[in-house]
């Protein structure tokens, strides 16, 4: 019998911590580019930090369970992302922002994914014409780009 209430008071004793999970990860702009001084929140708890130079963020000690993450952004939008604390141990959530031509279309209906990528095939439509215009400028012999079909 003393034996069972010495386990009991021994498991008292951990600290809450142990209990506890924690939820890290870098918030990244539409380039891929680490986004300092970025405020990430978990409205829910009532909690906020801001990323580092590395993009990097960290909440410790969160009870087990799903998440609402948003982050601030400097024109006051935010954009939201999930994430699934465990009892114990780290969570990582990396949150990607859309670029604001990405928000705008799709506020018009257009996927943002689907927009991200529109832009992203649109800047290296135009840094290879950008490169085949100045190859015609210099007279230097023109090089096709190689598309994959």
Partial sequence: MIHRALIAVALLAIPAAAHAGDLSGKVRDAAASPVAGAQVVIPELGLATLTDAEGTYRFEGLAEGEYRIAVKLADDA?????????????????????????????????????AMLAEALMAQ?????????????????RVAPEFAG
């Fill in 125 to 141: 439509a135009w840094e290879e014409a950008s490169e085949m215009t100045a190859q015609a400028e210099a007279g230097a012999e």
């Fill in 78 to 114: 935010r954009q939201h992302s999930k994430a699934r604390v465990p009892l114990v141990g780290e969570a990582t959530r990396n949150i990607f922002l859309y670029s604001s031509a990405a928000l705008d279309h799709a506020r018009s209906g257009l996927n943002p994914v689907e």
